[in-house]
Every structure is written in C-alpha cells, then in structure tokens.
C-alpha cells in the first residue's frame, strides 16, 4: 500500500506542477480574478477524469489475461512516463504572461481537461495497469494509488493558485526548477519499474 501511494503522490505531483493548458487556466483565473476562482480550476479533473478512469480500467481488466498486450501496454506507459521526465527536465520557467487569454468557467475548465490527451495517455498506458496490478493484490492499495494521485494532482494545483495569489517571482526563480528537476528524477525510477514489469509480463523477464 506504501508504494502504491508512493507511486500516485509522486505522478500526482508531476502531473500537477507540469506546464499545461489546466495548470496555465489556474494561474489565469487567479491573477485575472481571485484564488478562488483558480482553486475551481484545479478542481476540473475531479470532474472529468472518473469516466477515463472507468472505462480505461473496465477495457484493460478484460485483457489481463493477455500477458503479452499488458506487457506491451507497460512498455507504451514507460515510454509515456519517461517523455513527462524529460518534459520536467528540460522546464527552464513557466510562462505567466495570459494577458491574451480568454476568461474561463469551471464549466469550461472542465472542457479543456477533457480535450487534453495527456488525462487519457496517462490512465490507459500507466494509471488503469497500475490500478488492476494493485487491486489484484490490494483493494486499498489500488484506492491509495487513486487517492494519493489526485489529491497531489489537485492539491499542487491548488498551492500554485495560492503562490500566484502571493508572487509571481516563484515561477521565473530556481525554486520551480528544481521541484522539477526532483519530480524527474522519481519519474525516471517509476519508468524503469514500467519497463521492468513490461519485460516480465512478455517473457523477457524471469
């Protein structure tokens, strides 16, 4: 259950603190209107991912018994996993200029969610596997993998919210760089275990 949890606090947090279309809405919505408003946008993937979460797990559940298809799949979510730590590795600063943007709803928070690929790459090559493997040996462990997940995906988004409230100096300084610098290196470990489960499931591996 420890490194179920583990696994889900440290995609979580990547997944929170990585540069994107939801993470730039938060910081919009905070500077053009208040914390509030950009605490609602963290809040989108709690609304859009359940259905992605369902159906990923639902298909993938019925292929366990192909050993060579999961294996391949753990292989597709290492490589997936691997692109986020190269993605954390080469973030020199995050861009805060929005005066462009256009203001967004909750509502429509929750679109721009469900239109980016990344929700459903991440629970189809990675987050469903990870759930069927640990609900096989652990329900709770597969609910602390879940749990863990997005109250650190939710959470990180929301300390962002509270940060941009506060300073913008934090997002052009070296403190956010090296968050994820660290968040790339725990995401190149869990590439290795993908990989390693991968070959396993194919017969590479004893």
């Known amino acids: 259950m420890i490194a179920s949890l583990s696994a889900g606090i440290v995609l979580g947090l990547s997944a929170g603190f990585s540069p994107g279309p939801l993470l730039t809405l938060v910081i919009y919505q905070t500077l053009r209107h208040s914390i509030k408003e950009g605490v609602k946008v963290a809040l989108a993937p709690l609304i859009t991912d359940l259905p992605i979460i369902l159906i990923s797990t639902f298909v993938l559940a019925r292929l366990a018994n192909f050993r060579t298809i999961l294996g391949i799949i753990s292989l597709i979510g290492g490589l997936f996993v691997m692109y ?117 499931l194919l017969g590479v591996l004893a």
């Open 84 to 200: 986020l730590a190269y993605e954390s590795f080469r973030t020199s600063r995050l861009d805060i200029n929005v005066q462009e943007a256009e203001p967004q709803s909750l509502r429509k928070a929750a679109v721009v969610n469900a239109l980016n690929p990344q929700p459903y790459l991440f629970w189809f090559s990675v987050g469903a596997p990870t759930i069927i493997k640990t609900w096989e040996e652990n329900l709770f462990a597969a609910l602390a993998f879940v749990i863990g997940f997005y109250a650190c995906l939710v959470g990180s988004k929301v300390f962002v919210a509270s940060l941009v409230s506060r300073s913008r100096q934090f997002f052009i300084g070296k403190t956010y760089i090296y968050i994820m610098r660290v968040l790339g290196t725990l995401l190149l470990i869990f590439t290795l275990l993908l990989f390693r489960d991968g070959l396993y």
